[in-house]
């Protein structure tokens, strides 16, 4: 075969190959966009037309009653109130632990650097299980208090080391000389040095820990039991996957009535639930794959 | 060395909560060989050996759980651990950047969705009074089907509806590692005539190799440990035949019927499983590979 011939066969090849990996790329798009966007379609829509299987473009009959019936169920509201509570306070700490761990950790004249990272990892392997941590938190005294939220989960072992990792690669060592020759405290460089040039891994510390907040429901079925404690997920579970009727249609004799209201209110607690997160996630796109790509470098 | 007691005063907080949180509630090992009571606490109960862990396995229950445990972690690693993989070789390769970027956004989200969320949604998706799903299929001419609440479809409802939720997220990793691959690697292939496809099997596969087994061993390490969230939720009396797995069953049994130590020796059964896996995993992978966890 001529050298021509070759290069048009690759040319044809590479062609195919674009217009089948776009094909699919849009086809992915689409699977994945399609489930969200028919509930925030639905969400809207006539609550007749969703039930009957009309809605699968764009919402019909525009309604905002569901999510007006969200926002004044107060167990939700209470729910949403407290899910913000966790998470802030959660993550504040979470972030306080984990970075300036992270940093000791990071720093090769601290000694007995190597013992403390098998303390750290080992925990990753092994734990005790549900039944052990569940008692010593009732031992702590803390079960059904605003801290069982916050404080068992303090720190992931998991983004230590991604921190570490972080400060090793990032922090130039010449600045710490520097710093030391100036007399700077390590808590002091810590703070006042260091933060500041991790805006990435903080930006991604934030989402990690946050999204676990929002999201976690395990810990809260566990240690909670006074439902003005309950967070969001919880109070979804019971609308969502339990499908129990809310409190304001506790007197509803229609039960027709009362079964398409119950469901209509999922889309909305759906977007309603989820929408904080995703929201968060742009602030923080542009740090992402640069935050994910610290936790590949090998530990 | 003067002057750095501050810096283990950065490092405190990290070791207090490690030790307390994670450390303390190791002694749920000793719990699985005793008749734990809380009231005479974990020195005053009596020791009964191998006990608990011979009923656990003389019960119809445990093939069944250990069954159902295997099955529903190796069918989610195998069929869920490409995805990733190839999505990120795919947007590598988008000739619109634009609309790559798109795609690659578009596919994070369903991660920052809980699990609660998620199984919601697949209740909605997949009713059988008014699901999308079954609208299709009765508007093909087929019977609705209850795939929520089957045995059947169980497992492919948990795994799928994972993929659908983890593959953009879990494809950042790999995109990252192909974005570092020196791109005079690429030019060289191309002066040779070397087409895309060729590229991809004999520059991307090869760089991203590292990462992928170093993923794999950590999945393989974590695949006992199936996640107790979504089949907790998903589970149902009609499909607990295949539902109940090991965490769900250590949950149930230990903390709503308060069978301590019964409870804490199944999941020692189960954590110890996991090690040897990941044990075994990382010894094969250093053999065949160069690449192991440490």
Known sequence: ?299 | MKGHYDLYLLLLPAVLFTAIFAYIPMYGVLMAFQDYSPARGIWGSAFVGLKHFEKFFSTYMAKQIITNTVVLAAYSLVVSFPFPIILALMLNYCVNKRFGKMVQTVTYMPYFISVMVLVGMMNIFFSTNYGVVNEVLKALGREPYSFMSSEASFRHMYVWSGIWQGTGYSSVIYFAALSGIDPTLYEAAELDGASKLQKIRYIDLPSIMPTVIIMLIMSAGSLMSVGFDKAYLMQNDRNSGVSEILSTYVYKVGLIDTRYSFSAAINLFNSGINFVILLAVNKISAKVGETSLW
């Not at chain 1, 009653?65 to 802030?88: A, D, H, K, W």
């Not at chain 1, 921190?163 to 520097?178: A, Y």
């Not at chain 1, 030391?180 to 934030?206: E, H, T, W």
């Open chain 1, 1 to 299: 075969m001529s050298k021509k011939a070759q290069n048009k066969k690759i040319k044809v090849g590479n062609m195919t190959f674009d217009v089948v990996n776009t094909t699919i790329l849009v086809i992915v798009l689409l699977i994945v966009l399609y489930p969200l966007y028919y509930v925030l379609i639905a969400s809207f829509s006539n609550p007749d037309l969703v039930l009957t299987g009309k809605i699968f473009l764009l919402p019909k009959g525009f309604q905002t009653e569901s999510y007006e019936r969200v926002f004044s169920n107060p167990e939700i509201m209470q729910g949403y109130l407290n899910s913000i509570l966790y998470t802030l306070v959660g993550t504040c700490i979470n972030l306080a632990v984990t970075l300036s761990g992270g940093y000791a950790l990071s720093r090769r004249d601290l000694r007995g650097r190597k013992g403390f990272m098998i303390f750290f990892t080992f925990t990753m392997f092994f734990g005790g299980g549900t039944v052990p941590t569940y008692m010593l938190v009732r031992k702590l005294h803390l079960l059904n208090t605003f801290w069982a939220m916050v404080i068992p989960n303090a720190m992931s072992v998991w983004n230590l080391i991604l921190c570490r990792n972080f400060f090793e690669g990032n922090i130039p060592s010449e600045l710490l000389e520097v710093a030391q020759i100036d007399g700077c405290r390590n808590g002091y460089f810590f703070y006042r040095i260091v933060l500041p040039l991790s805006k990435a891994l903080i930006a991604v510390m934030v989402l990690f820990y946050a999204v676990g907040h929002w999201n976690s429901y395990m810990q809260p079925l566990l240690y909670l039991s006074d439902r003005t404690k309950y967070p969001l997920q919880l109070v979804l579970k019971n609308i969502l996957i339990s499908s129990q009727p809310d409190a304001s249609l506790a007197g509803m004799n229609d039960r027709a009535e009362m079964y398409k209201q119950t469901e209509m209110l999922k889309y909305a607690l759906v977007v309603v639930s989820s929408a904080p997160m995703i929201v968060l996630y742009p602030f923080v796109q542009k740090y992402f794959v640069q935050g994910v790509m610290v936790g590949s470098v090998k530990g």
